[in-house]
């Protein structure tokens, strides 16, 4: 009586340790289709809000060809470097571009590859080197002065963008909505497993911001239902002097739109910021 009531706990854990470990296997092959939800249609561009466009397509360090958008704003003096979510394509950043014009600066947002026209598979080694290829567009055919280059990252994108800061130099670093680490939103989302034995992505954006020497602007919403507000407030509380936080309201995607007025007012005095340190700069250089 007593080895059987040994053998029915033996095999009711042997049953949930299959179950267990079968679901850990499961989000590590599936992490991909997870991490990356790329839509391949781009029907729609910035001359749908009447916005003039050049139409680009940038070759990265690894010979990947990927697609991209540069919108000019008139009499701009500063230019957004778009690093956009893991979700659709840029054509679903249409409104994003459309503020930036209003705003007066250049737009230059980039499709990682595996996403809308662009070639390839999304890795996250592919995400920096897009993003790389996007930078060097800028300084090389564009000619733009590396002190006016912004680098925006939304979602995932803010870790591409706070990589992106970490290698090159540039004007300033927003990321709107961004989270720690690949393994902190993992963390997060199946708190019930052992979830570093798991991952395959890094994206350790906290990591990155230590070697960012730059003015940072933080973005997020309270009532984000993906990327925990705290993670906003460590990323904010990691950035050196000069920074500044911005809290929004409404959903991961939708907070920007939802609390546009609070939302452009912040990019309003953010550039008003950033112009006055360009200008004590170059008082400082004169003098």
């Given at each position: 009586?007593?080895?059987?009531?040994?053998?029915?706990?033996?095999?009711?854990?042997?049953?949930?340790?299959?179950?267990?470990?079968?679901?850990?296997?499961?989000?590590?092959?599936?992490?991909?289709?997870?991490?990356?939800?790329?839509?391949?249609?781009?029907p729609y561009t910035p001359e749908e809000i009447g916005l003039e466009f050049e139409d680009l397509t940038l070759k990265t360090e690894d010979g990947i060809a990927i697609s991209a958008w540069y919108i000019p704003a008139p009499e701009s003096k500063y230019t957004i470097l778009l690093c956009h979510g893991?979700?659709?394509?840029?054509?679903?950043?249409?409104?994003?571009?459309?503020?930036?014009?209003?705003?007066?600066?250049?737009?230059?947002?980039?499709?990682?590859?595996?996403?809308?026209?662009?070639?390839?598979?999304?890795?996250?080694?592919?995400?920096?080197?897009?993003?790389?290829?996007?930078?060097?567009?800028?300084?090389?055919?564009?000619?733009?002065?590396?002190?006016?280059?912004?680098?925006?990252?939304?979602?995932?994108?803010?870790?591409?963008?706070?990589?992106?800061?970490?290698?090159?130099?540039?004007?300033?670093?927003?990321?709107?909505?961004?989270?720690?680490?690949?393994?902190?939103?993992?963390?997060?989302?199946?708190?019930?497993?052992?979830?570093?034995?798991?991952?395959?992505?890094?994206?350790?954006?906290?990591?990155?911001?230590?070697?960012?020497?730059?003015?940072?602007?933080?973005?997020?919403?309270?009532?984000?239902?993906?990327?925990?507000?705290?993670?906003?407030?460590?990323?904010?509380?990691?950035?050196?002097?000069?920074?500044?936080?911005?809290?929004?309201?409404?959903?991961?995607?939708?907070?920007?739109?939802?609390?546009?007025?609070?939302?452009?007012?912040?990019?309003?005095?953010?550039?008003?910021?950033?112009?006055?340190?360009?200008?004590?700069?170059?008082?400082?250089?004169?003098?």
């Amino acid at each position: 009586m007593h080895w059987n009531i040994l053998h029915i706990i033996f095999y009711i854990w042997l049953f949930f340790t299959m179950i267990y470990g079968g679901f850990g296997l499961t989000l590590y092959l599936m992490q991909p289709k997870l991490t990356y939800r790329p839509i391949r249609d781009v029907p729609y561009t910035p001359e749908e809000i009447g916005l003039e466009f050049e139409d680009l397509t940038l070759k990265t360090e690894d010979g990947i060809a990927i697609s991209a958008w540069y919108i000019p704003a008139p009499e701009s003096k500063y230019t957004i470097l778009l690093c956009h979510g893991n979700g659709g394509n840029i054509m679903h950043r249409l409104d994003n571009i459309n503020i930036f014009y209003n705003l007066g600066v250049n737009c230059l947002i980039f499709d990682y590859r595996g996403y809308g026209n662009s070639q390839g598979k999304p890795t996250e080694q592919g995400t920096y080197k897009d993003a790389m290829a996007a930078y060097k567009w800028l300084i090389e055919q564009k000619k733009v002065d590396t002190q006016t280059i912004i680098v925006y990252g939304q979602s995932l994108g803010g870790s591409v963008a706070a990589w992106l800061a970490s290698e090159v130099q540039i004007g300033s670093l927003v990321m709107e909505n961004a989270f720690t680490s690949y393994l902190d939103m993992a963390k997060n989302f199946y708190w019930y497993m052992p979830v570093r034995f798991f991952v395959r992505y890094k994206y350790d954006t906290l990591q990155y911001i230590d070697n960012v020497h730059c003015p940072i602007l933080v973005i997020h919403s309270r009532d984000d239902e993906i990327v925990p507000f705290e993670f906003g407030q460590r990323l904010y509380q990691a950035a050196i002097e000069p920074k500044q936080f911005i809290e929004i309201s409404g959903g991961h995607n939708d907070g920007f739109l939802v609390s546009i007025d609070i939302y452009r007012d912040a990019w309003r005095k953010w550039l008003i910021y950033l112009e006055k340190i360009s200008l004590a700069s170059k008082q400082n250089k004169a003098s």
